[in-house]
């Protein structure tokens, strides 16, 4: 509620000066310039309600993980540009302590208008969606119940909460699969007998129903050290990339997609095995579109001797298709210990090799050398001088971050390539969030 009193106020604080700037408060004195702007009345009495509770025994029991972690959160649930007041508390005295309460706008104030209970110990996520095409955001609430138990629900705020579907879950996600307009909860557990799998919940009948599951080649454990990304396989075609880590430091990645005519296929399973085809070292690397081309590419570094084991190297990025096809898109050099990578020119493959060395105190080197002979190198540069250090003899910069520089330098070659384009396939690596 603070951060509401806050942003109130730095908009009136930017109002009251654009009218001071235009001449329109000349008549103002300046303690009148420097008194606090009141709250809307609405806001009064909201936050006197939200005092009354905490003052009670409720305790605030904000979502613990996702985008929408704040204590009271305004949303238009319904499209009628009013805001909603979705507020989270814990009574500890209840059986039922975790509170999700939503005030409407009502008479120039706010009113109760549901609240939905749940036991357990924390709400770990919210999210707001229209999950049945009416109009009206649902609520998809993850609780956690125990140490190893979650559970999700869906539920539609009329004038009582209606609970559309729940299940247990370890992952779950909104996803946009099937091209109806209607989003999917997708959601990962292990079932009864312990098998992995992944399934959708959309909207059918009239109903949120499961539409499709599918066993999954990883353990929930394995996924937990691993990713689920969210994109496409082709334009026209979205996926889900669900990374497991085994024992063994090998990444294993089942791809859900959409087929043309609506239904849900793991394109990287093998009918063999049931298992996915899709297994490479794990490098600190997961599917992403690497190449900015809008499709997703899997990783898949060459493999080192010791697995599991962060190390640079040569990583080929690869685009399955829908049919189970695979084919590679682009090879990059990925330099994990400095943050970077390159993305290797098409006329380097199968000619190129590496030689990494520490050239000095705070200096790192890359030396990239075709049929033998060096072409170009890339140095990972720190400390005071580095600036310096950067653009010495032939060296260019490529990139900067706040505390490192990195420089390119390129040998006579009788390939065409030139500093420019190193610096066209240099790249710096950004961390980047799972869905």
């Known amino acids: 509620m603070k951060k509401i009193w806050r942003k109130l106020s730095v908009l009136a604080s930017a109002a009251a000066l654009s009218l001071v700037l235009s001449g329109c408060l000349a008549d103002s004195t300046v303690e009148d310039l420097f008194t ?23 305790e605030y ?16 649930l319904n499209s009628d540009g009013e805001n909603e ?9 209840d059986d039922k302590p975790l509170k999700i309460m939503l005030f409407r706008a009502f008479d120039g104030g706010y009113e109760l208008a549901a609240t939905i209970e749940s036991s357990g110990t924390s709400i770990e996520r919210v999210e707001y969606r229209d999950m049945n095409g009416d109009g009206m955001q649902e609520l998809v609430v993850g609780w956690k119940i125990g140490s190893d138990v979650q559970n999700v629900a869906v539920y539609a705020m009329g004038a009582e909460p209606t609970v559309l579907m729940q299940t247990n879950y370890t992952h779950y996600s909104i ?16 079932d009864a007998d312990g098998v992995s799998v992944a399934e959708f919940y959309g909207w059918r009948s009239e109903a949120v129903t499961m539409v499709y599951r ?15 990304v969210s994109g496409r396989l082709d334009e026209d075609t979205p996926a889900v990339f669900i990374t497991g880590i085994n024992e063994e430091g090998m990444a294993v990645t089942d791809i859900l997609a959409c087929r043309d005519n609506g239904t849900l296929t793991n394109a990287a399973v ?18 992403q579109d690497l190449n900015s081309d809008g499709i997703i590419e899997v990783p898949a570094p060459a493999v080192i001797a010791e697995l599991g084991k962060q190390s640079d190297g040569f990583v080929d990025w690869l685009h399955c ?3 189970g096809t695979v084919e590679r898109a682009v090879t990059t050099y990925h330099c994990l210990s400095e943050d970077w990578y390159l993305l290797v020119p098409e006329e380097w493959l199968g000619r190129v090799s590496t030689m990494a060395t520490e050239t000095g105190m705070n200096e790192s080197q890359v030396i990239f050398k075709v049929e033998g002979k060096s072409l170009a190198a890339v ?9 310096s250090r950067a653009l010495r003899g032939s060296r260019s910069v490529l990139r900067r971050r706040t505390d490192i520089v990195y420089a390119g330098e390129v040998a006579d070659n009788d390939m065409g390539f030139n500093a420019e384009q190193l610096r066209g396939c240099f790249r710096l690596i950004v961390s980047s969030w799972t869905s």
Do not use: C, H, K, W
């Open 36 to 58: 606090l702007p009141q709250p809307p009345i609405e806001y009064t009495e909201l936050s006197a309600t939200i005092s009354s509770l905490l003052a009670g025994g409720y």
């Open 379 to 387: 140095y990972a540069i720190t400390g005071e001088n580095r600036e």
């Open 61 to 76: 029991a904000s979502p613990t993980a996702g985008q929408n972690i704040q204590s009271v959160q305004m949303v238009d």
């Open 270 to 287: 093998s009918q063999a095995t049931g298992v996915s085809t899709m297994i490479y070292p794990y490098r600190q690397l997961q599917p």
């Open 321 to 323: 298709n829908v049919d």
């Open 175 to 190: 996803q946009e699969m099937d091209g109806d307009g209607i989003p999917s909860l997708m959601v990962l557990r292990a």
């Open 85 to 93: 007041a979705v507020a989270f508390f814990r009574d500890p005295t």
């Open 214 to 228: 599918s066993p999954l080649s990883s353990t929930m454990a394995a996924i937990s050290s691993g990713s689920v």
